[in-house]
């Protein structure tokens, strides 16, 4: 690597171990970690912290040297230094901010003079901030803006490596036909769920459901309108979850919805919700007609702990409830 000019061997050193370290990395919240981690130490500065814009969401990604103050900050896409990166893709450098343009639109007590704001361009669009402050009048040169311009292109990178890598996380955790997480990503959650409830003593709900007469329908209007129900289907499903719970498609026309922190009563009543919302969708829309009666479902409940305790244990509850669902007439909820 030639040394540039004004660059010292200190920097060129870091940028080489930086680079180095997070080239393969695909998580990227440790790149970030590790990059305002490396700047903090190398840079005599109050603070450092990577800022992530995606669309108009904002997320303070990663920080060091602010404490609790920074919590305070409500970062959106209309404050000034965010608008006018946002707006024009260029970096800002300020060596004095009372003689700078943004004089009045920083909130910076007495702690910050001097600052540089970098962007983190990826496929020309702006997609973070590297931000670093001192107290001091220009205390920043050309050779930490180098430094961080360098450092916001291998950002820029892990960006788009990180993004690759959440694609193709997703194809292999969701049921490609339904949008729902498939039968592997359920068997890894149900594990994971039922060991936190054991550890730190909560409810844990289990829902198998099975739509009625599927079959039967698929039999009669053939395969391809059986898939585009089970899309529908996977549409109110994603639709109509709470934040504490996850769908999965365990296999065929059947699904199963795990429930954290949800006791039994509460699960019954889930999922009679969700029975009533299926059965008074309208599927007539889709490609070959729907049920000429519209679609039900059967549903079966279990609980830890009071069903369970195991992992096929609950299973196998939820299972057996659901066949008395259906024994009993189907279109019901049973535990």
């Keep these: 690597m030639d040394e540039k000019p004004g660059i010292d061997l200190k920097i060129l050193k870091a940028l080489f171990n930086i680079t180095n370290s997070i080239g393969s990395e695909l998580e990227l919240d440790k790149v970030c970690d ?43 896409t209309e404050m000034p230094l965010i608008k006018y990166i946002l707006s024009t893709g260029n970096k800002i450098f300020i060596g004095d901010i009372e003689k700078s343009y943004f004089k009045y639109s920083i909130p910076r007590g007495d702690l910050t003079t001097s600052m540089i704001c970098m ?21 920043f040169s050309s050779k930490h803006e180098y430094f961080l311009n360098i450092l916001a292109h291998e950002i820029s990178l892990a960006i788009e490596r990180a993004i690759a890598y959440e694609k193709i996380k997703v194809l292999t955790l969701k049921d490609e036909l339904t949008g729902v997480y498939n039968r592997r990503k359920f068997d890894q959650d149900l594990k994971e769920e039922l060991n936190k409830a054991v550890r730190y003593v909560r409810n844990l709900s289990l829902l198998m459901l099975d739509i009625d007469y599927f079959k ?10 059986g898939d585009a129900i089970l899309k529908k289907l996977g549409d109110i499903f994603n639709n ?21 922190e949800t006791d039994l009563e509460s699960a019954l009543i889930f ?20 049920p ?12 830890f702990p009071a069903n369970a305790t195991r992992f096929d244990e609950l299973i196998k509850h939820a299972d057996d409830a659901l066949y008395r669902a259906k024994k009993k007439g189907r279109n019901r909820v049973v535990a």
């Design 34 to 76: 590790l990059v305002v981690e490396k700047i903090y130490q190398l840079v005599n500065c109050n603070g450092c912290a990577i800022i992530l814009i995606n669309r108009e969401k904002v997320k303070l990604q990663s920080e060091i040297g602010f404490g609790e103050s920074i919590k305070d900050v409500d970062f959106s």
């Design 119 to 139: 962007p983190i361009l990826v496929k020309g669009r702006v997609r973070g901030i590297i931000y670093i402050d001192s107290k001091h009048i220009n205390a």
């Design 216 to 225: 039967k329908f698929n039999d009669i209007h053939g395969h391809q309108t």
């Design 292 to 303: 000429s009666g519209g679609l039900t479902v059967s549903i079966g409940a279990a609980n």
């Design 271 to 290: 999922a009679e919700r969700l029975r009533n919302v299926i059965a008074e969708a309208d599927f007539k829309d889709i490609d070959g007609g729907g």
């Design 240 to 260: 109509n979850m709470r934040n504490t719970d996850k769908v999965y498609r365990y296999g065929g026309e059947e699904f199963a919805v795990i429930c954290t």
